[in-house]
């Protein structure tokens, strides 16, 4: 997760970059000048999921140059003793690009997936979701606040759980609409509350599928309109 402040995010790769200079420089009685950038891939992966695109190149840039002037002969110089030095350099910085845009992806990722979390948790409507055995996998504030049962009561239950007796053919035939893919329209109906008192909410219904397409569950909003 990124740090607040840019001039902090940027400290904090300078910092990273420096770390792993100096580790470098203790392996040196073990590996000499081979293998020079080893550490310098972490400080890149490090800057790249923590600090952010522009620190995560100012890492790659400061390490590659740390590397060339301290650990590639001749030593503390930028002169190249030979031609394969000069593509380590360069294959250094092509492969922390790559790092770089993937750590920022998967970065960019992670915020967006957390903004939806909190945008659900913040919910007035209660937001369910559901295994395709009807067991409940996700609970939110909402839900708390609707049916009475906190996210610790009711992760694992089964649905019926909040469903009246004289409804479970209802939950049946909305677990098999969504074993089959099939349309679930927006309806009315009744549920329970932990009280004991029936609600009655307004229900939308949304299938959740995995990476493949497949259906693995539901994603279900309900509103009181009690």
């Given amino acids: 997760m990124r740090t607040t402040q840019p001039a902090a995010r940027y400290a904090l790769a300078i910092l990273a970059t420096a770390v792993a200079l100096f580790a470098r420089q203790l392996l040196m009685p073990l590996y000499g000048s081979q293998n020079p950038y080893h ?3 972490l400080a890149v992966a490090f800057s790249a999921w923590y600090c952010g695109l522009g620190p995560s190149i100012v890492t790659a840039l400061s390490g590659a140059l740390g590397v060339w002037y301290w650990f590639v002969p001749p030593f503390h110089s930028f002169a190249l003793h030979n031609r394969s030095d ?11 690009s790559a790092i770089i845009a993937l750590g920022e992806s998967n970065r960019r990722g992670y915020v967006a997936r957390s ?6 948790q913040s919910s007035d409507d209660a937001i369910i979701s559901k295994n395709l055995d009807g067991i409940i996998t996700s609970w939110n504030k909402g839900a708390e606040r609707v049916f009475g049962y906190t996210a610790e009561e009711a992760v694992g239950q089964h649905i019926t759980l909040i469903i009246p007796p004289d409804r479970s053919s209802e939950e049946a035939m909305i677990l098999d609409k969504l074993r089959k ?11 329970l509350h932990k009280n004991g008192t029936n609600l009655d909410i307004s229900v ?3 299938p959740v599928k995995d990476a493949a397409g497949q259906v693995v569950g539901a994603s279900k909003v309900a509103r009181d309109i009690t």
């Fill in 115 to 120: 903004r939806l979390a909190a945008i659900v």
């Fill in 86 to 96: 000069a593509f380590g350099v360069l294959g250094f910085l092509v492969f922390s």
């Fill in 204 to 206: 939308t219904i949304s």
């Fill in 39 to 41: 550490t310098v891939w």
């Fill in 181 to 191: 893919s099939e349309r679930i329209d927006h309806f009315e109906t009744v549920r």
